[in-house]
Nanobody, 128 residues
């Protein structure tokens, strides 16, 4: 089992920055692959960034490439999402997720089906 707890959400003006954190706990939390997902009203939850434990490879949704960065602390028990140049369309609930699969390639790497555990989410609001 892996328990996940997000923090760092809030309100910011367009062009601003936020850093989300996700604390992972559980006996094998530090060996899991991790990801960030975003959900907005009327839309399905979509993967925006992921990091795979086997080789540290990272994947980003096209809409956030060059603006968001996913990272972990050395102990691999805290996941971060640095969000820069925020836009109003980045508004949503951001969820942290953990996966047992350690490697990935291709479009499936940001798919919900890859991930086994989910946090409760943190709200991010970007105003224009």
């Amino acid at each position: 089992q892996v328990q996940l707890a997000e923090s760092g959400g809030g309100s910011v003006q367009a062009g601003g920055s936020l850093r989300l954190s996700c604390a992972a706990s559980g006996s094998t939390a530090n060996t899991a692959s991790m990801g960030w997902f975003r959900q907005t009203p009327g839309k399905e939850r979509e993967g925006i960034a992921a990091i795979y434990a086997g080789d540290g490879s990272t994947y980003y949704h096209d809409s956030v490439k060059g603006r968001f960065t996913i990272s972990q602390n050395d102990a691999k028990n805290t996941l971060y999402l640095q969000m820069n140049s925020l836009k109003p369309e980045d508004t949503g609930i951001y969820y942290c997720a953990a996966a047992w699969v350690r490697y990935c390639s291709g479009d499936y790497c940001l798919s919900r089906g890859q991930f086994n555990y989910w946090g409760q989410g943190t709200q991010v609001t970007v105003s224009s």
